[in-house]
């Protein structure tokens, strides 16, 4: 009998070292990687106030003057860029606290770099738990005092998630080009985390912080088709535009043919035309074939003097939203131009994801007057110059296509301003679906 139960106990002592040994291979499996020890600040250095972090029964208790504690670990280095990191929190009653992405060390003050993640239940602060603080706020909070919730957040090269409890709070890609208001450090880039500690009446308390490192995605690349010939232009300064951006690829399609490129489109491997062509001649089997690639989601980018091509076309000012009239037509007066024009660009609508991060400017380009324009179209950009129209840039939708419209660029006045590039740019990832 005694044998039996030696036998028992020593079964029970290998299947509870093998459940630990699974368990630990489980997490290594998966890739997370504990970044607290639950014991001891190993691998944490906090700022100014240091005594504002303490650990106690196997938590991080952040209670004291405003302090921060940055990891400075051996886990990657204490270098993060796309991650998952996942840790148990709980607030007292009025607290405040949050947790930093893409930081670095910081002796004193608020940390300049990276986002911060809002641990806020009831503090005075309208900004609630599971905020990308200033930039997707959220007001109510869905966690509460007294309570351990689960705070993940998931970074994924441009791309934020930020879930409390397995509740999406934010799902937010980073523009290209922004920038907050007074806080340039604000955007993604690489780095560690840091605790905050925010001021001597909060209490909050972290534990199981772990992280799981994640690989960049390969980047999707753009394949776009810019359309030219008819109209002279700055060859090389123009073609600047659609370089030095890693997931955009160009090929140039010279028309001497007026419209060649669309006369067989069985082998078609573009996802974006650009039209900056102002030819003139489309047979009915080459409009075919357009209507054809924009009703199978082929995106479309019309700049400048493309609206003024394919004048006896009357499907094409409905497929761009807009023509410049070469001639009187009836009733309707003939468009007309100006070189050399200095005048403000007004952005009509700063939250569509082409315009996102661009604020009004100035440029010196060439303006049309008298164009016509579809009414279903939505406006991006106007300006207020009297010899100009107002509507300068739009989106509008034909069969499964996004289409873009901008009136500027003749030439390198234009081109070589840095907000027209980021139109640009912007204009195709948006028509090849890339922007949301």
Not at 356 to 364: E, L
Request: hydrophobic content about 35%; aromatic content about 10%.
């Amino acid at each position: 009998m005694a044998r039996k139960l030696v036998l028992m106990l020593v079964s029970i002592c290998i299947l509870s070292a093998g459940c630990q040994s699974v368990e630990s291979l489980s997490s290594k499996a998966t890739g997370w990687q504990n970044l607290f020890d639950g014991k001891t600040l190993t691998g944490w250095k906090a700022s100014e106030n240091k005594d504002t972090f303490s650990v106690r029964d196997g938590m991080i208790v952040a209670h004291g003057p405003r302090s921060h504690l940055f990891y400075v670990g051996p886990v990657e280095n204490a270098n993060f860029k796309n991650f998952e990191l996942k840790a148990d929190v709980m607030t007292e009653p009025g607290s405040n606290a949050g947790i930093y992405f893409h930081t670095e060390y910081q002796q004193e003050g608020w940390p300049s770099k990276g986002y911060e993640v809002q641990v806020n239940n009831s503090h005075t602060d309208w900004r609630r738990t599971g905020s990308l603080y200033a930039v997707k706020d959220v007001n109510a909070s869905p966690a509460k005092d007294k309570e351990w919730f689960t705070e993940h957040i998931i970074v994924q090269d441009k791309h934020i998630v930020i879930k409390v409890n397995g509740k999406t709070m934010v799902d937010w890609t980073e523009p290209e080009g922004f920038s907050l208001d007074k806080q340039p450090g604000r955007k993604l880039s690489s780095g560690t985390f840091a605790l905050q500690g925010h001021d001597p009446k909060s209490v909050v308390y972290f534990k199981n912080i772990m992280v799981k490192p994640l690989p960049s995605k390969p980047k999707e690349t753009i394949k776009a088709v810019v359309v030219t010939g008819g109209h002279n232009f700055e060859h090389d300064p123009f073609f600047s535009l659609f370089e030095g951006h890693d997931d955009i690829e160009y090929v140039e399609a010279q028309q001497k043919d007026h419209s060649e490129i669309f006369e067989d489109i069985s082998g078609w491997d573009y996802d974006v035309i650009v039209l900056y062509n102002m030819t003139q001649n489309i047979s009915p089997k080459r409009q075919e074939n357009v209507i054809s690639l924009l009703k199978q989601g082929v995106g479309l980018v019309a700049l400048h003097h493309s609206i003024g091509s394919f004048q006896q076309w009357d499907e094409y000012r409905k497929i761009i939203g807009s023509k410049y009239y070469l001639k009187a037509t009836g009733q309707t007066a003939a468009s007309t131009y100006k070189h050399d024009v200095d005048f403000t660009v007004h952005i009509a609508d700063a939250g569509h994801p082409i315009t996102r991060g661009i604020s009004d400017f100035s440029v010196h380009d060439e303006v049309y007057k008298n164009c016509g324009f579809e009414k279903d179209s939505h406006v991006l950009l106007t300006t207020d110059h009297p010899e100009s129209d107002k509507q300068i840039g739009w989106v509008r939708r034909y069969g499964k296509a996004r289409v873009c419209g901008i009136q500027l660029g003749h030439d390198n006045a234009a081109y070589k301003n840095p907000n027209y590039r980021k139109l640009i740019a912007g204009a195709i990832r948006w028509s090849a679906g890339k922007l949301k």
